[in-house]
């Protein structure tokens, strides 16, 4: 596709439910990225794939939150039982690799994102 | 970790005026250092970014400036125009590591 995309664009569940967003990156990109960002805050970073693996998952915020990556390309970010604090937009990004020389970072591309809502 | 500060959270300026964001990191390790501008309701487009061989970088009315000694770095936009406005966000990031750490960004209006 021409950008990245994320599925679905929108997402209203009953608090203690399971979701699953989806992120398409960029077909080629090789790093892929899971924000998260609050009404009115700031982008949080979640976790970070390198191809399928995942070697910074420090942002997720507890053991409820997981996500996997398969075939080096779409991404699901998995929230269990989920808590109204969770409601928020969920945005992925792609790029090219993370970073290209000693200085050098690539650009992330972002998805549209998916707006959660936990009641 | 890195940890960055942005400021001010809300600024407003009259069209045609200057506009300067300013943001601090904690982690000296950083070298990367993007600026993305985040449109109502749309996704987050980076706009400019600098990396720490370089002091100063310009791209028509944006610049952006780092101070590798004091930590800080600076996003400065000239002759604003309405497009403008939106939400801005710096953020830091290592060559060698794997996340960019943003700030909480900067609402900027610009009055006609």
């Known amino acids: 596709g021409a950008g990245v995309s994320q599925s679905p664009s929108n997402k209203v569940t009953e608090k203690g439910k399971d979701v699953e967003l989806r992120c398409d990156p960029i077909?080629?990109?090789?790093?892929l990225y899971w924000y998260r960002q609050s009404l009115g805050q700031g982008l949080e970073f979640l976790i970070y794939?390198?191809?399928?693996?995942?070697?910074?998952k420090s942002g997720l915020p507890s053991d409820r939150f997981s996500a996997e990556r398969t075939g080096g390309s779409v991404s699901t970010l998995t929230i269990q039982r989920t808590q109204q604090e969770d409601s928020a937009v969920y945005l992925c990004a792609s790029s090219l690799s993370p970073f290209t020389g000693q200085l050098g970072w690539n650009e992330q591309f972002f998805g549209p994102g998916t707006r959660l809502t936990v009641l | 970790g890195e940890n960055v500060e942005q400021h001010p959270s809300t600024l407003s300026v009259q069209e045609g005026d200057s506009a300067v964001i300013k943001c601090t990191y904690s982690?000296?390790?950083?070298?990367?250092f993007p600026w993305y501008k985040q449109e109502l309701g749309k996704r987050p487009q980076l706009i400019i970014d600098?990396?720490?061989?370089?002091g100063e970088k310009k791209d028509q009315r944006i610049a952006v400036t780092l101070n590798k000694t004091a930590k800080h770095f600076s996003l400065h936009i000239t002759e604003t125009q309405p497009e403008d406005s939106a939400v801005y966000f710096c953020?830091?990031?290592?060559?060698?590591?794997?996340?960019?750490?943003f700030g909480s960004g900067t609402r900027l209006s610009i009055r006609p």
């Open positions: 953020a830091a990031s290592k060559g060698s590591a794997s996340k960019i750490i």
């Open positions: 077909s080629g990109h090789t790093a």
């Open positions: 600098i990396r720490s061989n370089v």
């Open positions: 794939f390198q191809g399928n693996s995942a070697p910074d």
């Open positions: 982690d000296s390790a950083s070298n990367y």
